[in-house]
């Protein structure tokens, strides 16, 4: 199974290189145009898909209750968990029973025959949703669960968070279960087989669309002109210079959308195993080793040079790596062979570390929340709207 998962992910970390234009020759070229014709197809059958729901060909299903998406139109890397974990606190705050619905993606399932079996004969449709806190406790853990849901549960006490594919039975669980009024769907844009209230797209500014390509052939889901859905959209690790272009671009495209700026403000980090908290100051001339398995490690590097830190030494794995022993133990090994007195990680990559005896070297993450820079103001009013209708 680890060699299987090592060259999905070899294979993964190629495919990258090919989409971006960093692999060159004629192998890769011929490649990127066998994409790009994948790509034509993939968008008419979103196209042709969005058509049959929006004509009722394909029925959305409603709960009877609030149902806020927030999602994307590009794969990974927009920052959106702790957007989630943002609105989900806000709106429990302000008396909503929330339940975060997610999909659970890379989390640890039954063997592949396995899971034909249970589609072939019915069993998947009487199998429960997996619930990951029921807002009172935390039940399962991240490989169960998978990283997000196990990250959210953590971070949000009061919340439940329930993970399965089909999110209209975790919805209908959560309400009929767990008494919630008040669902969000992570990661639901393209779910539309559940009615939305709010649609909240996420837009990084550092990179809105990639190379303007669906995939395959770029990291888009769905063409641009679909975010004229969106009732609100949020453009993540801004840098406070207003973003007016990209804002003109996305005014033009969804003129009646909400827009805010929001960036990813590093707060602390965290002792992965002991718990133990450290200011932001103790990176400050201190000599660490950076690992990271997540879409854009760039913007996590970067911020820890920010911070004044000297990173000696990174290691970037594929997103959503699951790590073992032996990898912990030989990045423990390399940092300390290159001077390193800690080692760094994101809170997303903490939850999936193993437990290992050695702390010769402390290893933690860097803890980060959002921090409004435009449209707190609107924001507030959108919370408003969901919680006092």
């Known amino acids: 199974m680890k060699v299987l998962q090592k060259r999905l992910e070899q294979l993964e970390t190629y495919m990258l290189t090919v989409i971006e234009d960093r692999r060159p020759g004629h192998f890769a070229a011929l490649l990127r145009w066998i994409l790009k014709q994948l790509s034509r197809l993939y968008a008419a059958i979103v196209q042709v898909r969005l058509w049959l729901y929006q004509h009722g060909i394909f029925r959305h299903h409603t709960l009877g ?47 592949l025959f396995q899971r034909l079996l249970d589609r072939v ?74 009615k939305h209230r709010l649609d909240i797209v996420l837009v990084d500014r550092t990179n809105p669309f990639g190379n303007r390509n669906l995939l395959p052939r770029g990291i888009l889901r769905e063409p641009i002109r679909n975010i004229k859905r ?20 996305l005014r033009e495209l969804n003129p009646h959308a909400e827009i805010s700026e929001c960036r990813h403000n590093p707060k602390y980090l965290q002792d992965v195993y002991s718990g133990e908290r450290k200011e932001l100051n103790f990176l400050k001339d201190r000599s660490i080793a950076a690992v990271s398995g997540i879409a854009v490690p760039k913007g996590f590097e970067d911020e820890l040079v920010r911070l004044g830190a000297r990173v000696l030494y990174h290691k970037r794995y594929a997103d959503h790596h699951r790590y073992n022993q032996q990898e912990i133990l030989n990045l423990i090994n390399i940092s300390l062979d290159r001077g390193a007195r800690a080692i760094v990680t994101t809170e997303k990559d903490a939850v999936r ?30 919370i408003a709207r969901i919680c006092f209708k």
């Open 65 to 111: 209750c609030q149902v806020v998406s927030v999602g994307n139109l590009t794969v990974g890397g927009t920052g959106k968990t702790p957007v989630v974990e943002v609105f989900a606190r806000s709106l429990q705050k302000q008396g909503r029973k929330v339940a975060i619905l997610s999909r659970g993606y890379k989390r640890d399932q039954p063997p």
């Open 121 to 194: 004969t019915l069993r998947q449709r009487s199998q429960e949703p997996l619930v990951v806190s029921d807002g009172k406790h935390l039940l399962l853990n991240s490989d169960v669960s998978g990283d997000e849901p196990y990250m959210l549960a953590s971070n949000l006490p009061e919340v439940s968070v329930v993970v399965d594919k089909n999110r209209v039975r975790a919805g209908q669980y959560a309400i009929s279960r767990l008494g919630c009024d008040t669902l969000i769907l992570d990661d639901g844009f393209q779910y539309l087989h559940m």
């Open 230 to 249: 969106a009732s609100f959209i949020f453009i993540t690790k801004a840098n406070g210079d207003g973003s007016e272009e990209l804002k003109k671009q």
């Open 353 to 382: 570390f193993p437990m290992i005896e050695r702390r010769d070297i402390p290893l933690y993450f860097l803890r980060v929340e959002i921090e409004m820079l435009s449209g707190a103001e609107d924001f507030h009013d959108c």
